[in-house]
């Protein structure tokens, strides 16, 4: 056996071994929503339960309003995806292919925004979403709505601004300056000829906001105060707090948590791939 083939098996072994090491907490997750309460504390551990309890997905469902803090979490991520795509695609595209004054130094200070942590805007944003009108709201103002988890989706983003910036500076200029000498319009460029080819950064960045929005945990309790408004992860915290120590029926929510996560990378990992390969966000 030569010494490639050698170094070839270890390095696989090693992946696999990584993959597995990283797969354990998955496993135990799903393994603990199937247990009863005592098989959970029971020393040693067990990895399978004696009885698998199927029952503990529909005790957890009917806790809780499950089924609508999964609908509104499914809409709040949706509204922020579409927006995130609409604006930085935009945003991306006049910083790429159009010449304006400053436009260096504009795209510099977007990307500075990018080490202020979110936590320091907290307070800010409280304020401002306070002080905003809304006609339907009990209190009168944004708070306790839906509108703070998902309207600044459609003002652009940093980092999604920069990700479709790096892609659409690796188009080539000459098919933009075919179509304009075609008599197109910056419109058009940027909706038939921008738009088409960044669909793997565009798959990127649509399952990395989908991602955060799922699983943002402070907004949501921050600005959300009625139940029937709750978030998955809000739901989540709300259940754990009121359930102390039932962990199968706790796993049995975090799973189901996990499961569009999981759907989505799936369906999308092709571009996803591609996305991170070709815009330069590599580890």
Known sequence: MSARTIRRTMLISLLVLGGFLMMVPFLWMISTSLKTRAEVFQVPP?????????????DMWNALPFATFFLNSIKLATLNTVGQLISCSLAA?????????????L??????TLIIPAQVVLVPN?????LLPDPFSVSGNWIG????LWVGAFLGGAFGTFLLRQFFLAIPGELA??????GANPWQIYRY???PLAKPALATLAIFTFMWSWNDFIDPIIYLRDLETFTLTAGLSLFQGQFVGKWPLLMA????????????FVIAQRHFVRGITMTGIKG
């Open 145 to 148: 709505t839906h509108e703070p």
């Open 177 to 182: 300056d075919a179509a304009r000498v075609d």
């Open 46 to 58: 067990v990895l399978f339960p004696a009885s698998p309890r199927w029952e503990n997905y529909l």
């Open 93 to 105: 595209y006049a910083f790429a292919a159009l010449r304006f004054p400053f436009r260096g130094p």
């Open 126 to 130: 409280f304020i401002l979403y306070r």
């Open 253 to 264: 929510g975090a799973l189901v948590s996990v499961i569009p996560m999981i759907v989505l």
């Open 193 to 195: 000829i921008y738009m």
């Open 107 to 112: 795209f510099g200070l977007l990307l500075v």
